[in-house]
C-alpha cells in the first residue's frame, strides 16, 4: 500500500471521527445557547424595571418574579451568570422593599458566586448594589464606601473607565459626609481623569464637588475655580435648567461669598433661585432663600432682603415650622434694620410664640430666634422685656453647650448691662465673652487639629494599600517572568525543531528546483520552436487579413451600388406613377416605393458603417419613420412616439423589422384615423433579460373589423408582415380593443467578434475546404 493511499484512509478516518463526536451533541449545545438566551433577555427585562418609574412596591415585586424564573432556568443548565444576576436582583427588589437584611444576604451571595467565577464586571456591579444596601448612618457609612470602592476597582481592572469614574464621584460624595475631605478631592480629580480619557466632557457634576471641597478645606480662590469650571462646562452643554446646575450656581455663590465677593455670590444666588423655582424644588428654594437672606442681612441690604423672603412666601410650599422660622428671624432683622418697629414688634412677639414652642432638639434654630428677638427689645428700649428674652436663651444657650453660643450669650448680656446703665455688669460680661472667644479658639483649633489628623491617618492607611498593591505587582511581575523564561524554552524547541523542518524543506525544494530547471530547458526549446512557427503564421494571417479588407471595400462598394440602384428604381416608380389615372395602381406604387426606400436606408447606413453584417437598429428605425411621416399623407397630423433600444442587430433581422413597420404604419396611417381627433402611433423596440427582442407596434385609431383573422388574409401588407415574421422566427399577437397593436417577440443575435476558429473557418472555405490557411 502506498504513502498516499494511507494518509488518505487516515483522513477520511479522523473525519469520521470527528463528525460521530460532534453532531450527537450538537443539538443539546444549540439548545442550552437558546436557553441562556432567554436568561440573558430575563435580567436586562429585571434592569428595565428596575430603572423604570413604576412605584418601588410594584417594581420589587416584578423584579421578584422574574428573578425566580431567572434562578430556575440557571439551576438547570450550571449557568453561574444567570444564577448570581437572579442574587443580585433579589438583593435590589429586598432594598426597594426596605428588608435590608434579605437585600445583603442576596447581594454577597452574587458577590461570592461572581467572585469564583471571575466575572468581574458582573462582581462589580454586584459590590455597588451591596453599597446601596447599607445608609448613610455613622455606623453604616464606612461599610457603604468600602462596596463602592470595591466596585469602582472591579469596573477600572475590566476597562469600564466611565461606570469606574461615576462610582468614584459617588465615593468621593460620601467621603464628604465622613469628613475624609482629602480622600475626596483625590478620588474627584481620579474621576475627572478617567471621564477626559474617554472624551466625556460633560464633568461639571464632579467639578462642583471639588469646589464644595475646597471650600470646605477653606482654600475659597480653587473652590471658586472649580465651581467656575462647572459653570462653564454646563453652558457649554446647553443644560440651564437642570437641579445639577442650580446646585452648581449655588455653591459657586458660597464660594464667592468667602472670597467677599458679595455682588457675584448674589447673582450667582439668584440665577440658582431661578432655576429652583422652575424646577418647582421647595427645599433648594428654601437653601437658596435661606443664602441669599444672610447676604443681605450681612451687606445691610434690607429691601433687597425683604424682596426674597417675600418672594420665597409667594411660593406657598407645604408648612415647615423650622424654615418659617429661620427666614421670619432675617425678616424680623430686615424691619428692625429698616425701623419699621410695629411690624417688628407684633413679628416679634409671633416668633417669641412658636420659637418656644420647639422641641429640644431644634436648639440652634431656638438661639438664633431669640438672638433676633432679644436685639428687637433692646433697640425699642425694652430692657426687662429684654432680660426674660434673655434668660430663656441662657438656657437654650447652655442646653447647646457650643462655645459659639456662650459666646453670643455673653456679647448679648453686655450690650443690656450697657442699655441699662450698669458698665460694671457690662464690662464682666464683656471679659467672658473675650474669655469664651479665645477659648472658642482654642476649641476650633483643637478640632482642626483631630480632623487634619484623621486626615493624616486615613492617607496614611492610603499609603499603606498603596504599598500592598505595589508589592503584589511586583509578585505578579516575578510571576510573569517566570511564565516568560517558560514560554522561551518552549519557543527554543519549538525554533530547533523549525529548523529540522527548513533543512528538510531546503532539500526537497532543491530536487524540485533541479527537475523544473530541465522542464525550464525543455520548454525553452519547445517556445523557440513555437515562435519560429508563430511568425511563419502571422505573415500569413497578415496576408489573410489584407485580403479581408479588400472584401470589405468591395462589399462596401457593392452596398453603395445597391443603394444607387434601389434609389432609382424609387425614382422609376415615381416617374411611373405619375401617368396612371388609377387610384389603386397608384397606391400600389407608393407602397413599392416604401418598401423599396426601406431596404435602401440599409443599404446606405452600412456603407456608412464599420461593420457589414450588423447594423444599429434606433438609428435605422427613428431615419425610417421620419421618413414614412413625411412620405404618408393623412387628414389630420399624427403624433409618433418612438422608443428603441440601442443594438446591434444583423442586417436581415433590420430588413425584416423594418419591412414590418412600413406595412404597419402605412395601414395605420392609410385607414385607421378616419374618426380619430388626436392620431398617435407607438413604436417600441426593447431587449428582454431572456435574450429576446420586442417589437410593438399600436395605434389609437379603429383598430380591425370584427371577427378579422390576420393569419387567413390575403392582402399583400399582412401577407408581407407574415413572411418578415417567418424570417425572425417570430411569434406575433395582436390586439383590437381600443385601436391596432402589434406584438411581435423574436430571438435576438448578438454580434458576434471575430474569434480565431472563425477566422480559421473562414480561411478554410477561402481555400476550397483545405487544412491550409
Not at 709 to 736: C, P, Y
Request: net charge positive.
Amino acid at each position: 500500500m502506498s504513502m498516499k493511499t494511507v494518509y488518505g484512509v487516515s483522513l477520511v478516518s479522523g473525519v469520521l471521527f470527528f463528525l460521530c463526536l460532534y453532531y450527537p451533541h450538537q443539538h443539546r449545545y444549540s439548545r442550552v445557547l437558546a436557553d441562556t438566551t432567554i436568561v440573558d433577555s430575563y435580567l436586562k427585562m429585571a434592569d428595565s424595571i428596575y430603572y423604570g418609574k413604576d412605584p418601588d412596591t410594584v417594581k420589587a415585586f416584578r423584579i421578584i418574579s422574574i428573578s425566580s424564573r431567572i434562578d430556575s432556568l440557571s439551576t438547570q443548565l450550571h449557568f453561574n451568570r444567570g444564577t448570581g444576576g437572579a442574587c443580585m436582583y433579589f438583593g435590589k427588589a429586598y432594598n426597594l422593599l426596605g428588608k435590608i437584611d434579605s437585600a445583603r444576604l442576596y447581594a454577597n451571595k452574587a458577590i461570592r458566586i461572581f467572585r469564583e467565577n471571575r466575572m468581574f464586571v458582573m462582581l462589580a456591579r454586584a459590590c455597588y448594589q451591596l453599597g446601596d444596601a447599607y445608609s448613610t448612618n455613622d455606623d453604616e457609612l464606612n461599610l457603604r464606601i468600602f462596596y463602592y470602592e470595591e466596585a469602582a476597582k472591579y469596573f477600572e481592572f475590566n476597562g469600564l473607565r466611565v461606570e469606574c469614574a461615576r462610582t468614584l464621584q459617588l465615593v468621593a460624595d460620601f467621603c464628604m459626609m465622613a469628613d475624609d475631605l482629602l480622600k475626596s478631592r483625590r478620588l474627584l480629580k481620579k474621576a475627572i481623569n478617567l471621564y477626559e480619557s474617554e472624551h466625556i466632557m460633560e464633568v461639571q457634576g464632579a467639578y462642583d464637588l471639588l469646589n464644595r471641597v475646597e471650600t470646605q478645606l477653606c482654600n475659597y480662590a480653587k473652590g471658586y475655580e472649580y465651581g467656575k469650571k462647572a459653570a462653564e462646562i454646563a453652558l457649554q452643554a446647553r443644560d440651564s435648567i437642570s437641579p445639577l446646575t442650580c446646585t452648581i450656581y449655588n455653591r459657586l455663590g458660597v464660594a464667592l461669598y468667602w472670597l467677599e465677593k458679595y455682588d457675584s455670590a448674589i447673582l450667582c444666588y439668584n440665577k440658582s433661585l431661578h432655576i429652583a423655582e422652575l424646577n418647582n424644588d421647595p427645599v433648594s428654594v428654601f437653601q437658596i432663600t435661606y443664602n441669599l437672606a444672610h447676604t443681605y442681612n450681612k451687606l445691610s441690604y434690607m429691601d433687597s432682603l425683604m424682596s426674597v423672603l417675600n418672594r420665597f412666601k409667594m411660593h406657598h410650599y407645604p408648612p415647615d415650622e423650622i424654615k418659617d422660622i429661620t427666614l421670619e428671624r432675617y425678616r424680623l432683622s430686615g424691619l428692625i434694620n429698616l425701623k419699621q418697629f410695629d411690624t417688628a414688634g407684633r413679628l416679634a412677639n409671633s416668633l417669641y410664640k412658636r420659637v418656644s414652642k420647639l422641641p429640644p432638639d431644634k436648639l440652634n434654630t431656638a438661639q438664633f430666634a431669640y438672638s433676633v428677638i432679644y436685639r428687637y427689645y433692646l433697640v425699642r428700649g425694652k430692657l426687662e422685656k429684654a432680660k426674660a428674652i434673655l434668660a430663656e436663651t441662657e438656657t437654650v444657650f447652655r442646653l447647646n453647650k457650643s462655645q459659639v453660643a456662650l459666646l453670643t450669650l455673653y456679647t448679648m448680656d453686655a450690650n443690656l448691662h450697657k442699655s441699662m446703665g450698669d458698665y460694671t455688669g457690662a464690662i464682666a460680661a464683656a471679659v467672658l465673652a473675650k474669655h469664651m472667644a479665645d477659648s472658642s479658639f482654642f476649641v476650633n483649633w483643637k478640632e482642626l487639629q483631630r480632623k487634619l489628623e484623621r486626615q493624616f491617618v486615613a492617607e496614611l492607611k492610603l499609603k499603606q494599600q498603596l504599598n500592598l498593591q505595589r508589592k503584589e505587582l511586583i509578585e505578579m511581575n516575578i510571576r510573569l517572568k517566570e511564565t516568560a523564561l517558560r514560554q522561551a524554552s518552549v519557543n527554543t524547541d519549538i525554533m530547533l525543531f523549525s529548523a529540522l523542518l527548513l533543512c528538510a524543506f531546503t532539500g526537497v525544494t532543491y530536487r524540485i528546483y533541479q527537475l523544473k530547471r530541465r522542464k525550464l530547458l525543455l520548454l525553452q526549446w519547445q517556445k523557440e520552436s513555437v515562435d519560429r512557427q508563430n511568425i511563419s503564421l502571422q505573415q500569413l494571417v497578415d496576408h489573410q487579413l489584407q485580403l479581408i479588407d479588400e472584401k470589405e471595400w468591395l462589399i462596401k462598394e457593392v452596398h453603395h451600388r445597391v443603394k444607387n440602384n434601389l434609389q432609382i428604381v424609387v425614382s422609376l416608380l415615381n416617374f411611373q406613377s405619375k401617368y396612371l389615372k388609377d387610384d389603386a395602381a397608384r397606391s400600389a406604387i407608393r407602397n413599392s416605393q416604401n418598401r423599396v426606400r426601406a431596404m435602401s436606408f440599409i443599404h446606405q447606413q452600412l456603407y456608412g458603417n464599420e461593420s457589414l453584417q450588423f447594423v444599429n437598429v434606433e438609428t435605422y428605425v427613428e431615419r425610417l419613420v421620419r421618413y414614412l411621416k413625411d412620405a404618408l399623407e393623412s387628414a389630420r397630423p399624427v403624433t409618433y412616439q418612438v422608443e428603441i433600444a440601442d443594438a446591434q442587430m444583423d442586417i436581415g433581422d433590420v430588413v425584416a423589422v423594418g419591412l414590418i413597420i412600413n406595412e404597419a404604419v402605412t395601414n395605420a396611417v392609410r385607414y385607421a384615423f378616419a374618426d380619430a381627433v388626436a392620431p398617435e402611433i407607438e413604436i417600441l423596440l426593447y431587449l428582454e433579460r431572456d435574450g429576446d427582442m420586442v417589437l410593438t407596434i399600436a395605434d389609437n385609431g379603429s383598430g380591425l373589423p370584427p371577427g378579422f383573422n390576420w393569419e387567413k388574409a390575403t392582402s399583400l401588407g399582412f401577407n408581407l408582415i407574415q413572411m418578415m415574421m417567418r424570417q425572425l422566427n417570430a411569434v406575433a399577437s395582436i390586439h383590437s380593443q381600443e385601436g391596432f397593436n402589434l406584438t411581435i417577440r423574436f430571438h435576438y443575435r448578438q454580434p458576434e467578434i471575430l474569434s480565431g476558429n472563425k477566422f480559421e473557418d473562414i480561411c478554410r472555405k477561402e481555400n476550397d475546404g483545405s487544412d491550409e490557411c
